[in-house]
């Protein structure tokens, strides 16, 4: 099998392309922290397969971190007794929390399993899962370059990525502001992406173009105005009208991981708009680099909360809000408190900052 190029950024849509329009690949290396975004892949390959497959023997799954590797590797080298093509899942190859991702083989089986990748059976598509990896290690290296190789990272480029293919899958036509506000909102809660997106359509009804007046009439999330007040505090620098806003917004049960990607939303709305005001951009220019129209700029007010900041202060934000949402996901400290803690040294970064 000839090698194959290092693990590209994912989609989802190119993958049904490829396993639609002709013969899965002979190995698939899925691997990284975004478990749901993988298993969509899995279903993936495992739906085009069990097309022409044997019900009963068309796909088996074996979890490296129980059962025996020997059993893996017999069943990859037996003929098929029903003639075509097989599809076989490997999970749990690496060693959940470990540093650099551990393999759950030894350095022999390590050996058999590249000799095996190296030389598959023509009635096998096997799909090797693994966690988050260090792709410097050389076993990792070696299986990503002989495999279709794709990395599934928790990024917020990445969970962008997969809300922008998300959208496009659903004939909705959504406007820039929305559009942009859905890619923010769940960059990093791909999970229940799926589920918002069903209920927007089901919203919808007839229409087709998106407002961000309808995505917060039917989505679960927090209200616009209510995080307004939220960035206002912030702007005059009050910690106790933002620990207001931010109990009021616990208080209505508003989901607490989508309060920081809305408030980066629209502290880069902000920028955009402070931008544009130092090009002396005229209005309809502004509002088409900010992705929005011109009434819902004067809508929202956006001119008048951006005269309110400076550019330095609004990327010291948005800088800051990066860091929380990365402490929010990894944090095993009450969710609540991270955002109140972190708002007040928001306010007081944002203080020392402008005065030095």
Known sequence: MAARRPAQRFSLKQLERSVNSGKPEPVYFFHGSEEFRMKEAVNVIKTRIM????RSTGWCV???SETGFDELLGDLRTVSFFGGLRGVMADNLSIKGERGGGCHLNDDRQKRLVDY?????PDVALILCAGKIDMRLKFWKTISGN???????SSEWD???YAYEK???????????????IAETFANDTKSLNAELEKLAVYMGERKNVSIDDLEDCMNVPKTDSIFKLTDAIASGSVDGSLRALSSLKFRGEPFLKIIPMMAWQFRMLLKLKSCEKEKLPPDETARRCGVNPFMIKK??????????TIVKLE?????LSLVNIKLQRSSMNKWTILEQETISLINKTRSELST
């Open 51 to 54: 097309k022409d497959a044997d």
């Open 62 to 64: 074996y979890d490296l």
């Open 117 to 121: 990748i190296k030389n598959p059976s």
């Open 147 to 153: 495999t279709a190789s794709a990395a599934f990272e």
């Open 159 to 161: 969970g962008k990525q």
């Open 167 to 181: 959208m496009r899958d659903t004939g909705l036509g959504f406007l820039p502001d929305a559009k942009e506000w």
């Open 300 to 309: 929202n007010h956006y001119i008048e909360k951006a005269a309110r900041f």
């Open 316 to 320: 010291l934000i948005l800088h800051h």
